[in-house]
């Protein structure tokens, strides 16, 4: 008797279905489409499995940090100093916690600044660069675990996992930030809205996960009717991991979203004159093709032109492969691409950056990059979870022919984009900067503001008992 209560009980703490009849209709359709189980138990973690996951992640903090040559932990990028790092020194947690900038809150960056803030100065751009590439990181792994209901192959999920921390569009700016990491924890964050997690640490894990995230990154608000959705079915099953996961993304989008409402607009950026569909196409589907400096040099040399035919092209390209799937993957790869519309139409319109995402006059592939890391993580997603339904539909051979070709695919499209060359405005590293501000520190001085990249206008205000420490 005893052991059957048990079993009752976990099964209910693992999110069981009620009775056949119980649910209704609009309910059971959607837990079915959106919510899916994996396919299998995950295998215990072994030592060896444990070394494995060391090596992976070191292997992806490696491979973030030398994107665009060592300079990345040698100098600290804009926001990362000039508002987090400053403020960290200045006032400290808790103070700078709730601090908004740029008109909603940036909760992981300031704890991160926080931290590398009881380092010795000279240490901060490694550390920064270093918690920038660690996020990204924890963004791949979550991603590939939270997919797996969607994504049954592990080949599937780790082309996934890979392309969230090297996306090819994330130019020079968003690699290891802190203050853009929020751009891989967001995409991230929309299939953790989708996974449902089999023990209450999981869900707990989860929620937190999705409620950090949400208090620093807002365009996780458009994954609300989700969530409500995953509450509706968390509250039906009487489940403990989902609730739990539900509770954590919903305080975090709430208590965001009454920041955004009440704290005053920051100044956005310059506006320039700039077309959505163009920005779409050059920055998001354009890239995965033939590379951003492919696309960049194309769209300079033809203009709209040409990509008045790529847009005619593009569109039956990515509905085609969904006509014949089965209305799970039918309705992830349509939503996926919606989304993608819609997170780079917000971003854009909210920041007034579409003419900067269009390449005006002298401007790269690099500026406002950040926007692009979701919608072609999106993007790619659908792509993945059509890619493994034909997998699981064809013979062994054929599945191993899809497999083969989707990889190739995506791996040319990340290589295209991964550039290991230097920045030319990283500048003089942080310990020359550091060197000059010591300098400038007389017997009177209580501060100096050291220049960081990538341009002089961004600086550091670093208090001089830290440099003379």
Known sequence: MSTDITQDRRA???????AAGSMPTWLATSERVLFPRAAAERPAITPGRALVMACVVALG??????????????TIWAEDGEVFLTDALATGLPEALLDPYAGYLH???RVVAEVVSWFPVALADTLLAGSGAA??????LVTYRASEGHIRSPGLRLLLAVTVLLVPTAGAETPNSIAYSQWYLAAAGFWV?????RTTTSGVAAGSFLGA?????????LASPVVAMRGAHAWRHRSAPGAALVTGAAIGIAVQMIAVLLLPEAAVETAHEGSLKHAWLIRVTGPLLPGPDLTAELWLQEGTGAFAWLTLCAIPLMVAPFVRADARVRTVGFAALGLAV??????????????ALTWPGSATSDVASRYTVVPVVLVVSAVLVRADLAIRRSQPARASLVLVATSTAVALSLGAGYDVGGDDRLGRGWDDRLASARLACGPDVRSVSVPIAPTSEWTVEVPCERLRG
């Open 342 to 355: 819609v997170v780079l139409v917000v971003s854009e319109l909210s920041r007034n950056a579409i003419g």
């Open 12 to 18: 209910r703490a693992t999110d069981e279905p009620p």
């Open 213 to 221: 995230v949400a208090l620093s990154a807002p365009i996780l608000v």
């Open 193 to 197: 809205v989708l996974w449902r997690p």
């Open 107 to 109: 909760v992981i960056p």
């Open 135 to 140: 996020l990204a990181v924890l963004a791949a």
């Open 61 to 74: 903090l490696l491979l973030s940090l030398l994107r665009h040559g060592i300079g990345a932990w040698t």
